[in-house]
């Protein structure tokens, strides 16, 4: 036990310099990951580290669900849920039926439970992989929130698809009628269990004396809690920890109203996602030699190029979907017309964005290794294994490399009208001062007069909404470029840094406290994150 935690910390610890290259590189992370798991399973020696297939699922799913659910924004959520309700549940039954009928045509001695349960395994793309590759490239808000919002629910439905697959190859029977109307049971109850938990999850955050240590390790716990109760009833758990997460995700500006703990709770999150993520992809290089090993009758040539023709097969299926999918509702739904047209080219992004990631490598792992009756092995375990990885590893690095690429290539603009952050970011700025000095003019007009320090801050919001009026007219004036744009973060960046540096030097000169140089400092970082944005993707 001891040698395989010291094992898998040293595999991490080359794993996180993987990932600082690739930050330097400029290339998404999960692609390194892909590419380390498959470098770990090449390192001779290397002892197998064997964990129970349902503790995968239970330990890495949960969180990385909550996760996807905390960043999804419930307006632009609901704004486009056609597009991502065609994507989440259409794509993933479709992409899932062709697999298994395909997998069974190509591959001798796949049957069609097998087949649903590789559909399910590899119809959901990866919200984490494509947000990382499409960072800081010129792709359409509405893109963006589509595959942000389709990765949530397809995560969903692809496990549901999962399980119903899994419990065919185990019993032996499958009936397609019982399983359409088992299917709206386990998911509606699920949501109505992850809905009645974080009602509870609430009520302890909003009414309870927590504090931000105690918030986070309670927004940790929550996803396994929704998780395992529904579960336990038997209905889907996956359902409640993407419903649960939705509803406090969308209250938690009542719940989590101080900056320290909502830096406390990013912090938390940003580490824990990202070191399952690493974990999942290192797991998956310490089993690669014995899944290579047990193929048995099928040589890893064979396996490959079967791994190949799926990886070509889910590809093309999510092109062909995703341009009539984009335009057909605008000819059948007269509210669709409304929108402005996505083109060719905002639907050829979210086809190429189509990644295989963790939940896909996550969900194959937790196949259990034997059947129910424990004396039959669970038939092709290693050869699905395979191809899940082989799928993960060519829509990774082959469409994650090209990726940005393609989007400079065809010159993509946004489609929709949306205003500049700078302006947002004013016009913001602006509402809440107003609201500030309204307040204070109605409840604190004396203490203004009397007190200097009052009458400080009173001045202090006065000249404040000046100057952000005047910056928001000359932002509506002047269509400020991209590269003046960049410049002036630049330097803003770099004045933040000539700031800390002297807040360095304060703090040996002693003569100001140290918790008043960290309340500074903090302010600073809240500064710097407002224009580097949050790294959580």
Same mark, same amino acid.
């Given at each position: ?17 993987? &990932? ?5 590189? !400029? ?133 549901? /698809? ?17 399983? &359409? ?60 920890? /993407? ?29 824990? &996602? ?94 259990? &290794? ?40 065809? !010159? ?21 001062? !107003? ?94 994150? !407002? ?7």
């Amino acid at each position: 036990m001891h040698d395989s935690i010291l094992l898998v910390l040293a595999l991490l610890f080359v794993v996180f310099l993987l &990932v600082m290259v690739a930050r330097r590189i !400029k290339i998404a992370y999960p692609i390194f990951l892909v590419i380390a798991g498959l470098g770990i399973s090449f390192i001779p020696g290397l002892p197998l580290v064997n964990i129970d297939p349902d503790l995968i699922f239970l330990i890495f799913l949960p969180p990385l669900l909550y996760e996807a659910a905390w960043y999804t924004s419930w307006n632009d959520f609901w704004k486009w849920k056609r597009p991502i309700a065609m994507l989440a549940f259409g794509l993933v039954f479709f992409t899932s039926t062709i697999v298994a009928y395909a997998s069974v045509a190509i591959i001798p001695g796949f049957t069609l439970a097998l087949g649903f349960l590789l559909g399910g395994i590899i119809s959901p793309p990866d919200a984490v992989a494509a947000a990382t590759v499409l960072k800081g490239l010129p792709v359409p808000k509405r893109a963006l929130i589509i595959l942000e919002g389709e990765s949530l629910v397809n995560d969903a439905s692809s496990l549901i /698809v999962f399980r119903f697959a899994l419990a065919a190859v185990l019993t032996g029977t499958f009936s397609m009628h019982a399983a &359409v109307g088992n299917f709206f049971l386990v998911a509606g109850m699920g949501i109505v269990v992850g809905l009645a938990i974080a009602h509870i999850m609430y009520v302890i955050h909003r009414f309870l004396p927590t504090t931000p240590a105690i918030d986070a390790a309670l927004t940790v716990m929550t996803p396994y809690l929704l998780y395992l109760t529904a579960e336990a009833f038997h209905f889907s758990g996956v359902m409640a920890v /993407v419903s649960g997460g939705l509803f406090i995700s969308y209250r938690s500006h009542e719940l989590f109203n101080t900056g320290a703990t909502r830096m406390n709770m990013l912090g938390v999150w940003v580490t824990l &996602v990202f070191v399952m993520n690493a974990l999942v992809f290192i797991l998956i290089g310490l089993e690669l030699p014995a899944i290579i090993a047990g193929l048995g009758d099928y040589s890893v040539w064979e396996a490959l190029k079967y791994g190949l023709y799926i990886s070509g097969i889910i590809i093309a299926l999510r092109l062909l979907w995703v341009f009539p999918g984009a335009h057909l509702p605008r000819l059948l739904i007269p509210a669709a017309r409304k929108e402005p047209s996505p083109g060719w080219k905002g639907p050829l992004v979210t086809g190429w964005a189509g990644m295989r990631g963790v939940v896909s490598l996550a969900t194959a792992l937790s196949i259990p &290794v034997m059947m129910d009756d424990k004396v039959h092995a669970f038939p092709l375990r290693n050869l699905i294994l395979f191809i899940t990885f082989v799928v993960i590893f060519v829509t990774l690095v082959f469409q994650g490399l090209t990726l940005p690429f393609l989007v400079k290539w065809i !010159k993509i603009t946004e489609i929709d009208p949306i205003l500049p952050e700078d302006q947002q970011d004013a016009g913001i700025q602006l509402r809440l001062k !107003k609201a500030a000095l309204e307040r204070l003019n109605t409840q604190y007009s004396s203490a203004a007069r009397e007190n200097e320090l009052v009458g400080f801050l009173k001045r202090d919001l006065e000249s404040d909404i000046a100057i952000t009026s005047e910056r928001l007219e000359s932002l509506e004036c002047v269509d400020t470029g991209h590269e003046e744009k960049e410049m002036y973060n630049k330097v803003l960046l770099d004045l933040y840094n000539v700031q800390r540096k002297e807040l360095f030097k304060l703090r040996k000169e002693k003569f100001f406290s140290d918790e008043e140089i960290r309340k500074i400092e903090i302010q600073l970082d809240l500064d710097e994150l !407002k224009i580097s944005g949050s790294n959580h993707h």
